[in-house]
């Protein structure tokens, strides 16, 4: 499809002016497809990969139907998505949206937050609920929240949310609303249990598919660093010493700290600009000039500032900030690894929370994460050196060295020997960077937590094994779902045949065995027991035949037997 502008959509004055200050002009191609569609009130079917702008393509739609007067404190659009993140990040999207539409109000329902405040929330009149399947089951038992009113049904990431074992919440949640409503479906692939779903709750549903490849991010190489939040300016200013890109980008969230980062980096002795909305056209045109002739080595800028920078040799792209989302964060990297190039690109992490949400974005692009230590003072300052040595040399090899040569010969003249005017000439080219970096004190070396981690694991044990195809990420989904836990504070996963150990925090273990029990995954219903501890089945089993509990000696060689011939499975 040729390139449609959000203009010729045709968006009603709100949305169209929240999808302009949102930075968009272009539509993707399953916006420009799915929104028409959705709009006439057509079921839709969405094939597109994690990326392609699936949140814009049913939200714009979703936002626009809403009936702000009699019924605009009901329950109209429902967004299901499989993991809290994923909520989250639709909601943020989707009151960007509806900014600019009063009376529209979007509430965002996950496991592992406070139920009272989401009762609350839902209770002051929310009209657009984004949930996960299994904390949109438990409102719904509680009655506080009612979908009779309910136009629009959407299931984010379909297929994922059955791989994690809720097509039974799902299937259910369906059921309870109404038969006129429309139903929307995204997802990357299409197994037989995806085509079952549309078309038991699907009307004559339009199949919208567009290109089936993942994001190419093959050619970028991936890492993150550390960093303590108050020292992160100076992170960057060695990284950026140590690696002497030839042409960076530095993405902020903030127009402020654009700003403030480019004016730091200036300070150091770097060819940097800051690029940013509130930037006027002639001068946005300047900067984007410099930064394409190699002038501005350095860009530093807002996603919206650069969403329709066109470089093909970006050497690398540093996440300054956590990006909001994961369709920014694939639209950052982008900006390197261009026309057959290889790229970088490196985020900062300021604490473990953000950590994860890394590698939630890596885990979703199916992408390698490194780790990546900052460079010290001293391998900063000799990669400088040995950046400015290629420099002179190049100059040397290309004959530059001409109209220096006649003002040598007039030092020389004045009594200075070539060593002196060499001296003070690298001094008076280089000198500011290095005296800039001589005010950097050394950055602390990240926490060594492994070892930490490992002694505060306890383990779970659960009645499922490989007979029932059991795969870790649905383990993860499950637990992530229902607990407080996140995907990333799960450690070892061990699946036998009919059983599996799951490594889960020391603190965490009774709360993870009270809320799987009972619950089900792939369709099959859960025994969850702290490994160590006999289950509860096996306890009454020798209560009703008057068995003793085991002392001393006999109870020590029974957990032996019971731990050797469960790993023997």
């Known amino acids: 499809m040729n390139n449609v502008l959000f203009s010729e959509l045709s968006l009603s004055e709100p949305l169209a002016?929240?999808?302009?200050?949102?930075?968009?002009?272009?539509?993707?191609?399953?916006?420009?497809?799915?929104?028409?569609?959705?709009?006439?009130?057509?079921?839709?079917?969405?094939?597109?990969?994690?990326?392609?702008?699936?949140?814009?393509?049913?939200?714009?739609?979703?936002?626009?139907?809403?009936?702000?007067?009699?019924?605009?404190?009901?329950?109209?659009?429902?967004?299901?998505?499989?993991?809290?993140?994923?909520?989250?990040?639709?909601c943020g999207e989707i009151r960007k949206l509806a900014k600019y539409k009063p009376g529209v109000k979007t509430v965002d329902i996950y496991g592992g937050a406070p139920m009272n405040r989401q009762i609350m929330a839902l209770r002051s009149g929310a009209n657009i609920v984004v949930g996960t399947p299994g904390r949109v089951m438990d409102h719904l038992r509680r009655r506080t929240l009612r979908l009779e009113h309910l136009r629009m049904v959407v299931l984010d990431e379909a297929d994922e949310m059955l791989s994690m074992g809720f097509k039974e919440d799902i299937e259910t949640i369906l059921t309870g609303t109404p038969e006129s409503r429309q139903t929307v479906l995204f997802s990357a692939t299409m197994p037989p249990a995806i085509m079952?779903?549309?078309?038991?709750?699907?009307r004559e549903a339009q199949l919208v598919e567009v290109d089936k490849k993942q994001p190419s991010v093959k050619s970028i190489r991936q890492a993150y660093c550390e960093v303590p939040a108050s020292r992160k300016q100076d992170a960057l200013c060695l990284l950026l010493y140590a690696k002497n890109p030839q042409r960076a980008i530095v993405f902020c969230n903030t127009k402020a700290m654009t700003e403030e980062l480019a004016e730091n980096l200036r300070k150091r002795g770097m060819d940097a600009q800051g690029l940013n909305g509130d930037m006027k056209q002639p001068q946005r045109t300047q900067v984007m000039n410099g930064f394409k002739s190699g002038q501005v080595r350095i860009l530093v800028a807002t996603d919206v500032a650069a969403r329709g920078i066109d470089v093909s040799d970006v050497d690398i792209v540093l996440n300054y900030d956590l990006p909001q989302d994961m369709e920014y964060y694939l639209h950052r990297i982008g900006r390197t690894g261009r026309a057959g190039k290889e790229g970088c690109a490196l985020t900062?992490?300021?604490?473990?929370?953000?950590?994860q949400q890394l590698l939630e974005f890596a885990r979703m692009t199916r992408s390698e994460l490194q780790r990546e230590k900052l460079p010290s003072v001293q391998q900063a300052a000799q990669k400088l050196e040995e950046g400015y040595a290629c420099e002179i040399k190049e100059a040397l090899l290309a004959g530059q060295q001409q109209p220096g040569g006649r003002l040598l010969e007039a030092?020389?003249?004045?009594?200075?020997?070539?060593?002196?005017?060499?001296?003070?000439?690298?001094?008076?080219?280089?000198?500011g960077r290095q005296l800039q970096m001589?005010?950097?004190?050394?950055?602390?070396?990240?926490?060594?937590?492994?070892?930490r981690r490992r002694e505060m694991m306890g383990q779970v044990a659960l009645n499922l094994g490989k007979k029932d195809c059991i795969a870790p990420?649905?383990?993860?989904?499950?637990?992530?779902?229902?607990?407080?836990?996140?995907?990333?504070?799960?450690?070892?996963?061990?699946?036998?045949?009919?059983?599996?150990?799951?490594?889960?925090?020391?603190?965490?273990?009774?709360?993870?065995?009270?809320?799987?029990?009972?619950?089900?995954?792939?369709?099959?219903?859960?025994e969850a027991s702290i490994w160590g501890e006999r289950p509860a089945r096996e306890r009454r089993q020798e209560k009703g035949r008057g068995a003793r509990p085991l002392q001393g000696k006999r109870q020590a060689a029974g957990e032996r037997k019971r731990n050797r011939s469960f790993q023997e499975e």
């Open 196 to 202: 079952a779903l549309t078309g038991e709750f699907q």
């Open 473 to 526: 990420n649905h383990i993860v989904g499950a637990i992530a779902e229902l607990t407080d836990l996140a995907g990333s504070e799960i450690g070892k996963i061990e699946i036998f045949d009919s059983r599996t150990l799951v490594g889960i925090p020391r603190a965490a273990v009774q709360q993870v065995v009270e809320r799987l029990r009972g619950k089900k995954i792939l369709g099959r219903r859960v």
């Open 17 to 90: 002016r929240a999808v302009g200050e949102m930075g968009f002009e272009s539509a993707t191609e399953i916006q420009a497809r799915a929104i028409p569609l959705l709009r006439a009130g057509a079921d839709v079917i969405g094939r597109s990969q994690t990326g392609t702008g699936k949140t814009l393509a049913f939200g714009i739609p979703a936002v626009e139907g809403i009936d702000t007067g009699e019924n605009k404190g009901q329950v109209q659009v429902l967004i299901l998505c499989p993991t809290r993140e994923l909520c989250m990040q639709a």
């Open 438 to 451: 001589d005010d950097i004190e050394e950055l602390p070396a990240p926490r060594q937590a492994a070892p």
């Open 411 to 431: 030092l020389e003249a004045a009594g200075y020997t070539p060593q002196q005017v060499a001296s003070a000439a690298l001094t008076l080219l280089y000198g």
């Open 348 to 355: 900062f992490c300021t604490g473990r929370r953000q950590a």
